[in-house]
């Protein structure tokens, strides 16, 4: 069993729906009128979504970890709420569709220290309840190809893309070949035109669970930031 903390607007949110239809999954367990295949065959956006769609719609803010020993799943549920009560809301300026390496995300475009304000505040927080890496997780993240710096934060925190490593985003396809780019960049610019170049409320959390590894993960708990302060 693994957790991870993600961001996901609520079930009932377009973007989670119009994302979801498109991944082909809800973590939450639902999925309104079913996949949206954007008119590809039905393999190939299988093929595209099937890696992102085992995690679900989400940005990562702490990455997938197991429990430390002497820690169990209820009080790390208790202590969820507990973290999201204090924290409060946040913006994401602008929604943009984004290449990053091989593949597509939904990003920040905008002024972004909100949003890194907060996965700086859940990184530390739910350090204490995250197991050691073991040689086998630290291999999967190929180190060989991280720099000096996101290694080093990779033996630290267990993942290498926090505090100034981190870059909110929100997955849409696996890796997409290069001479098909262009064409998936325009499917997804209709399948999300309703969302981009518009601000995202950052008003949730969710504790996501994958019951072993390789599973597909779902979502446990999902909670409102009701912190107050200023975090635009």
């Not at 169990?72 to 973290?83: A, C, K, R, S």
């Not at 972004?112 to 927080?125: F, M, P, T, Y």
Request: some cysteine; glycine content about 8%; proline content about 7%.
């Amino acid at each position: 069993m693994r957790y991870a903390i993600y961001f996901t607007p609520p079930a009932d949110h377009a973007l989670t729906q119009a994302a979801s239809a498109w991944l082909g999954r809800s973590a939450f367990g639902t999925l309104g009128t079913g996949a949206n295949t954007a008119g590809l065959p039905a393999e190939d956006h299988r093929l595209l979504t099937a890696e992102p769609a085992r995690y679900g719609f989400h940005a990562t803010l702490k990455a997938p970890f197991a429990l430390v020993s002497g820690k169990t799943q209820g009080p790390l549920e208790v202590f969820f709420e507990e973290f999201c009560n204090r924290q409060p809301p946040t913006l994401i300026p602008r929604l943009e569709l984004t290449e990053i390496g091989p593949f597509f995300a939904l990003t920040c475009g905008g002024g972004s220290e909100g949003i890194n304000h907060l996965c700086d505040q859940v990184v530390e927080a739910f350090e204490p309840w995250r197991a050691p890496l073991s040689a086998d997780d630290m291999a999967r993240r190929k180190p060989d190809r991280l720099s000096a710096r996101q290694r080093e934060l990779l033996e630290r925190w267990g993942y290498p893309y926090v505090f100034e490593e981190f870059r909110f985003h929100m997955t849409l396809t696996g890796p997409v070949e290069d001479d098909h780019k262009s064409r998936v960049r325009e499917i997804l610019q209709a399948v999300f035109a309703d969302h981009l170049g518009k601000p995202l409320s950052i008003e949730d959390l969710g504790l996501f669970e994958e019951p072993e590894r390789g599973a597909s993960f779902t979502i446990l708990r999902h909670a409102a930031l009701r912190g107050t302060g200023d975090r635009s």
